[in-house]
Structures are given as C-alpha cells and as structure tokens.
C-alpha cells in the first residue's frame, strides 16, 4: 500500500587572501536535464528551521568502495521463501521499460517476486472489472514471460473494494461499482480478470483491500456476514476462500495473496478476529509492521501481528517509497537512497519482505543492491559494507561520488537522524577544530572534497552510461545537492576567511618558504554574502537533500531531526556573529610560530625556515587570537590553510601525470621542444593560452595548476631538478 493513504549555481574557491569565482562546463546531457528539472520545480515557500542536532554518523572510506568493489560472493539459500518488490505506491506507475529493467536488475540479486499493485493503476483498483487494453496485457505477458525466465514470479493484484483515496480512471473511463462479497457473479469477475495472467505464466495473484473503506455496501452482504469491521473482514475471508477454489479447479498449485485493511500493528481488532475466523490457511497476508512506515520490530511484535491473522506475516515494507513525500501528486521532495537496516533476529517470524519503492524506478536499484544481501544472509549481513559494495557496482569510476550523492539522499524511515554521514562527520570535525584551536585547515580540506562530490555529481554521474536512467530520474535531486553543497562551500570559506592564511612550500636545497597574512574582513564580507544568497536559494528549493525539513512520514507524522546542511550553515552563521566584534583586531597584525617559537616575518608577512623545519608545526595567530596551524611538509611539496589547489573548483577531468620511462631515455631535441612548447601554449593550443593570458593578468609570475579551474587554483613554480653532468661538466650522452 502507499504509505499516503493510509495514515546551483557556481562553485567558489579561496586561496590565502585572495577570492574569485569558477564555473565548470558540465555535459550537454547534464545541461539539458538540468534545464528539463528546473522548468519543472515549484515554488515554495521557505521553511523555518529546526534547532541544531547532532545525528548519527558513520563516515564511509572513499578509498574502500573501489577495493570492495563487485558484487557480494554467492551465499546459501535465503531463510526467506518470499523476497520481492510490491509496485504498490501512489502516483504515476511504471511504465514497460522499468519494470523490465527492475525485474532483470532484481533477479540478479537474489529476489523472487514482483507484485503489480500500483494505487494509480485504473484496471487495478478504479475500474478493476474493465480486462486490460490488449497492448498493455501483451506487455504484462512478455514480463510474466521474462520473469519466469529468471526465477522471478509475477503477481497481478485487483483491489475491488471502496477506496479510501480514489485513483484516477481513463479519460472517458467510468468508475467500476465495488465488489459484491457474496455474489456469485462477481466473483467471476475476478476470475476472468486475472486468467488472462494465468495463461501467461503467472501462478500467485494477489487481492488487495489495503487503503479500503470497511463497509459493506450490498444488503446482501450484511445479510450473509453482519455488519460493522468484523462482517467486513468476514466478507473478505469469504470472498477470499472462494476464488482460491475456483482459480484452483482451473490451474492447480495457484497462490493467493492478500493485505487486509487493518494492516499495521500488533493488535488484534474486530476486522482481523472476522478475517481469521474463516481465511483459508493456505492465503498468505502481509503486514506492514509496527507502523505504516518502515520500522525495525522485534520478534514479539512480529508475533502479535501472527497471532492475529492466524499465521506468519509477509512484510509489506514501506522503506524507500516517496509517495507520501509528494509523488502522490508526481512532484517528489526526497528520494531514498540509503542502506537496508533490517534487524536479523526475525528471520524465523516473518515469511519474507516486499519493499514498496519510489516513484523513480531506476532510484531502487542502490538500495535494493544493500536489501539483496540481507535477504541473502541476515545474520552476516553489513549495511556499511553493502553500501560500499553497491556504490562500487553501479557506479564504476564515479563509485565515489555515487556514494557521496546518495548520502545525501538517505531519508532513512527507521532513523530519520541518519543523514550524510560523512558529511556530518566531517562537518562537526571542521566545527569541533575550528572551536579550539589552528588545527581546522586538515578538517577543512576533508569537508571541502566531500561536499564538492555532492556539488559535482551531475556532470560526473551523468558521464556513467549505466547510470543513465538514474541520472534522468534524479535530475531535480542532483542540482538541489549542487545548491546545498555550494552552500557548505560558502561556509566553510566564510570559516577560513575569519582565520588567518598561511601557506608553506620547499624550495630548492631542502629549505622553505612561506607567507602569512591576518584576516580580511572585506573577504569574509564578499563570502558572508554568498552564504546568504546560496541559503536562501537552498532553502527556497523544494526538493530536499541532507535530510528532511517538514516532517518524516507515519502515523501520526514524526517531526524532522535538524537537516544536517541548515545544522552546519546555523554553527558557521554562529562562529561568524562571534568574530564580527574582533574583526578589525583580527585584521591587525598576525605573527608565526615554530613549534612555539616565533619566526621572523617580512613586511609582507614572507618568511624562510630551515631544512630542520621540515615535519614541525607552524602556526599563524592574528590580532584578536585566531590559529591557524600547518605541519612543515617532510618530502617537498606545498602546505595550504586554502587546502589542495582547486580543491574547491569545480571538478573537470584532470590530466593524469605521465609516468616516465627512464632518465636514459634518448629525446629528439626537435620533437621534445615542440612538446614542450605546445604544453606552454605553443602551437595548436590556443585555448590554453588565452587561459594563461588570463591567468599572467591576475597573478603575475605565478603559474597555473594544470586543470584547475579558475585564477586562484596556482602554485608556486616547483624547483627544476639540477641536470645530472658527465666528465668535463657537460650532459652525458643519450644511448640508443
């Protein structure tokens, strides 16, 4: 059942003092679906948001989803008889193509059914006496068909009851009268509409009164069961028993499913005493569980529920659909992305899971790779490792930042606190720095690379081809998550900004040279003021990313837990209100130390250190007492309080570094030079150089990063190698 019923822009980068903007240019595919979801967004007003909190984190290694990569070894067979999907949401219904591709990405990991049950579906529920079109029922048979193939059974659900929610029917389509329980003709009904799937292959059906009215509308009906829930649930059983023998006596082994209309729980009510009474035991029911919504229960819970229908539940499991989260409407605020975490310790109470997914069909597949391995082995089963496991398999080369876009994206039912873990791990480890002492730049730089996966994703994903139905289903996601990650990008350079700026590079013969400036109030301004302009646009976005900001979904809904990105925006907001007050003090001066030791400083704040230097703490303090601390590199290199160059550019592809064959290797002095001279901007280059003309008229004598992204991305020029001489101080002589 669908839970409804029943219950950006640009990206930044600062380095030392100074501050400009870059933009990427993303894929044309990225641009157009971009262009596509944006001209579908609604306004919406902007939401208040909740008090700060601290929420469940567990930070995931990036480097671990490439060693893990692959899927998860075979295992023994599943304790569970039934492990399926219910295609049971509101909203728009698949259509052909993804169930296809769901039932063949499915069987590949370990499930055995598919319910057809979707609430919008008119054949199924409006005017659920009307047979199918012969073009749609030839698409059901070719996926029957399919289906057997692989090992997957295919259900066909009719829901004949009243509605509680009405769907819609086809235009110029009349709403089919509710069943008559105890009519012979009627039952009929049902079994001419579902021999059509009989004959394709199909040997479970399944019928629903989920999300129904519990009335009876007949006389007749009252007469032969009595009224009130208990004649209805009665009513149900009845009906129930009396197909089953007839589907039986034409195609023997059928199979019956059914979800009753009190369905989550661990009470008994008059409906179920009506129900149990007379159900066959052979009809299986699903149960929701404690809750519409998903929740972890126990095995008592479990039995409560038993107990009332008189057998072992099918869990319906309402985990990762977003009908409630507007795709009732077809206008969804979150997607669910996250891990499946089911307890094991039900494995002997329940006879299997059916997870009701989203909207998006193509979405599932992540999550459903993680619910896949629980089914498979519960009792050994790892979420986080699952996780990785699927980030590696779907994304390929872009696993990483899959999984830093799906983070994002979690929307746990069971906890709605667990929210990008990673970046809230490396967010209150910026903050928890940042609040006591220099050593936030480390920190920082992990912040910034994580939310620069969010805000990148687009173009990266979208250069994966077996994602590209994942990236046209979560384009409206995809440029929410690049506005909310811009705006951690803006406050964590707001943060960096109110401390001072300490940079330390080698130079040649081992020694090193540095620069240290305070504070810039006029920066922390021009950064202050896109923090406010990016939250705002963040806020006024009415897709969701980094957790909810309304409510989570059940009955009665459940108030949202702070989302993690306004969390972080309210504590940089806080430090910034904080430091205002100290800014001009903080601007004055700033003196550098060495493992406590001050170190002479140039009227332009440039300073030498000695080789010995090398592995120590330096350290810059301004004015009003702000720290800023770096480890003097041990093997060459440059140390940053900005972070990596272009660490917070947008990402292009870089130019992977060319390994050298040998130092011996003979070059021809006129091919060499002209190699030379085209990676300088030579000729056959002229994009590059009207980027370095650009860049000399910013930053004279400095030389750009190559493949950063905007003027700030540089380096200082790296120390050449002294050429090794032969006898007499000339170059020894290439071998060939």
Known sequence: MGKTASRHGCSRTVSGQGMAAGRSDPAHAWRALSKRAASRATPRRVLRRSGAGVGFASALAAAALLLLGGPLPAQAASPFPWRGVVEGQYGTPWDHGMRMRLLAFTAAHGFNAYIHAPKDDPYGRTQWRDPYPAAQQAEF????????????????????????????????????PPICFSCPSDLQVLVNKLEPFLAAGSRTVMISFDDTQKALVYPQDVAAYGSGDQGYGAANADLLNRLLAALRARRPGVTLLTVGADYSGTQDTSYLDGLRARLDPSIEVFWTGTAVGSRNFSPAEVGGYAQAIGRKPIVWDNWTVNDDDGNIFNASRRIHLGSYPRRPDIVADVRGFFLNPMNEADLNELPFVTAGDYFADPYHYDATRSYQRAAAELGGRAANT?????????????????????????????????????????????????????????????????????????????????????TGLDGSSLLAAERPGLTIATQPGGSFAGRAAPPDPGQAQSWRAALARDDSAMLADPHETYGYRAFVFDVPPIPAPPNKMDAFVQAVQSLDRAWLPAASRAAASVRVTLDGRDVALDATGAFVLPRSAAGRVLEAIDGAGGRTDLRVPTRGGTASSAGPAGSRCSAAPQRPARRM??????????????????????????????????????????????????PTGVRPRPARRPRRRGRGGRPPRSRR
Request: glycine content about 12%.
């Open 661 to 710: 064959r040998s130092r011996r290797r003979h070059r021809h002095p006129r091919r060499s030079g002209q190699r030379r001279s085209a990676r300088r901007g030579g000729a056959g280059s002229a994009s590059r150089r009207r980027r370095r003309a650009t860049h000399e008229q910013l930053h004279p004598g400095r030389r750009p990063v190559l493949g950063a992204c905007g």
């Open 402 to 486: 899959l999984r830093a876009f799906a983070e994002v994206n979690f929307s746990d039912p069971f906890d709605p606190e667990r929210e990008a873990p990673t970046f809230t791990t490396a967010s209150q480890s910026l903050l928890a720095s940042y609040g006591t002492g220099g050593g936030w730049p480390s920190p920082r730089d992990g912040l910034d690379a994580e939310l620069a996966l969010v805000r990148d994703a687009g173009p990266v994903l979208a250069g994966q081809p077996r994602l590209s139905y994942f990236v046209s289903e979560a384009a409206p996601f995809l440029i929410t998550g690049r506005t909310s990650a811009v």
């Open 141 to 176: 048979d070719q996926e029957i068909a399919f289906a057997a193939g692989h090992g997957v059974q295919w259900i066909p659900d009719l829901s004949p009851a009243v509605p509680l929610i009405p769907s819609p029917a086809t235009p110029g389509g009349a709403p089919s």
